[in-house]
């Protein structure tokens, strides 16, 4: 990706956030006419957490989505596909019985654990060279077995208090967080971005084969582990906060990579840029549903994604029986 397209791309991503900031501004511009203190409040402890969190998400799924991919040397394979935000979902959710919705560390550590888990078995089931049909069965498969035990952890909730902030948690949100949990959120999802971006040479060898790889000096172990730990600490720290949140780990990598040339490895920075594009204008149509109606950003993307995902699927069989 050149220089100029980076620009614009992290222009769009800075003017979204701000948009998402500020939006609707004439909202906030009655309110600091009438209470100044209390609108620098609105912004400072409403706004902003709801921005930073829709951005650093965003980027965190755009970013282990193209790191996953690499790995896979597949345009298929992303953090919700491969069950990773599914087995996030579940742990965070078990852990949640336990010590509660208010407990990001704990809610955290069970979400990594539960990405992680399904990682590693995803490795172990498909290989980490695996052909298409092999690794979306193995995915869904995972997925599904992660969706069925979630389903029967609400059905035994303690409380029809616990299922409903389970349920509504479930569907993703950014609504009703703190600077703190946006923090909580941001710091291990940057600093997983920062050592991602540090393997792209990696995954650009990678992409040449192993035994390239290898003779570049690259650690083929190594980096499955790096990266099935990696993405599994970032996404799982978000979805502890947020919810599980689909389908931009997906379709931020592949417009990524169009701008790259189809290098994976160059592709985690844009991605990462992509997807909090894309997650931040997922909230803006959220914030434009009806007075007294809340959509799940989760089901927004899903909607928006699902349509992608299948046109993905159709291209590539196009592009195979030429």
């Known amino acids: 990706m050149n220089k100029s397209h980076f620009l614009a791309l992290a222009g769009l991503t800075t003017a979204m956030f701000l948009l998402s900031l500020l939006a609707p501004w004439q909202a906030l511009l009655d309110l600091a006419g009438q209470d100044r203190p209390l609108a620098l409040s609105v912004l400072a402890e409403l ?9 650093v998400y965003g980027a965190m799924l755009g970013a282990s989505g193209a790191a996953i991919q690499a790995l896979f040397a597949n345009p298929l394979a992303s953090p919700d596909l491969t069950g990773t935000t599914s087995g996030a979902a579940l742990g965070a959710v078990v852990t949640a019985y336990i010590f509660g919705f208010a407990a990001p560390i704990a809610l955290s550590l069970g979400a990594v654990a539960g990405a992680l888990g399904t990682l590693l078995l995803l490795l172990a089931l498909a290989g980490p060279r695996a052909e298409t049909a092999t690794l979306l069965l193995s995915g869904l498969a995972i997925s599904a077995l992660a969706g069925a035990l979630t389903t029967l952890a609400l059905a035994l909730a303690p409380s029809p208090f616990a299922f409903y902030d389970a349920y509504d948690w479930l ?3 950014l609504l009703d967080r703190s600077l703190t949990q946006a923090a909580f959120a941001a710091i291990p999802a940057l600093i997983t971005i920062f050592l991602l971006l540090r ?7 990678l992409a040449l084969g192993e035994e390239v790889a290898q ?3 690259h650690d083929i172990g190594r980096i499955r582990l790096w990266t099935v730990c990696l993405t599994a600490i970032g996404v799982g720290c978000c979805v502890a906060i947020c919810g599980a949140i689909g389908f931009i780990g997906l379709v931020a990598p592949i417009f990524a990579r169009r701008l790259t040339g189809g290098h994976p490895g160059r592709a985690i920075l844009p991605a990462s840029l992509i997807g909090g594009l894309l997650l931040l204008a997922a909230d ?5 549903a009806p007075l007294g109606r809340t959509l799940p950003i989760g089901v927004v993307t899903a909607l928006l994604g699902a349509p992608f995902f299948l046109w993905l699927v159709g291209h590539m069989r196009w592009r195979l029986a030429r």
Do not use: E, N, Q, T
């Open 199 to 205: 393997l792209s040479g990696a995954y650009d060898a």
């Open 171 to 173: 569907m993703g949100s």
């Open 215 to 217: 003779s570049f000096g």
């Open 47 to 55: 706004r902003l957490p709801r921005a930073v969190l829709a951005l």
């Open 284 to 288: 803006l149509i959220v914030r434009a």
